[in-house]
């Protein structure tokens, strides 16, 4: 562990944040197999209805299923909806 990602790790500790928020990296939340909320992103990167990658900054999310549709989808947050039978991350 570097020195950075100890204090960021003791901050979140500090001040009761959850380690997403003070990392920058992604949270990911998935509803059952037919929803998928994620924030913040940095973009769609390929968009096709069995297979959607997400920019999540330092890795790509890709996400497989079938049916798949981006429902939804501000700056900070988006939300895929359909039958979702994969979630990977790709650094």
């Known amino acids: 562990m570097s020195g950075k990602e100890g204090l960021l790790e003791r901050a979140a500790r500090a001040f009761d944040l959850p380690a997403d928020a003070v990392a920058g990296v992604p949270r990911i939340e998935i509803v059952g197999d037919g929803e998928l909320r994620m924030s913040p992103h940095r973009g769609i990167l390929s968009y096709g209805s069995e297979e959607i990658h997400i920019s999540g900054g330092s890795l790509v999310v890709r996400v497989s299923g079938t049916g798949l549709e981006l429902r939804a989808m501000t700056p900070v947050e988006l939300l ?12």
Not at 80 to 91: D, K, L, M, N, P
């Open 80 to 91: 895929i909806t359909g039958s979702i039978r994969a979630v990977e991350f790709v650094g």
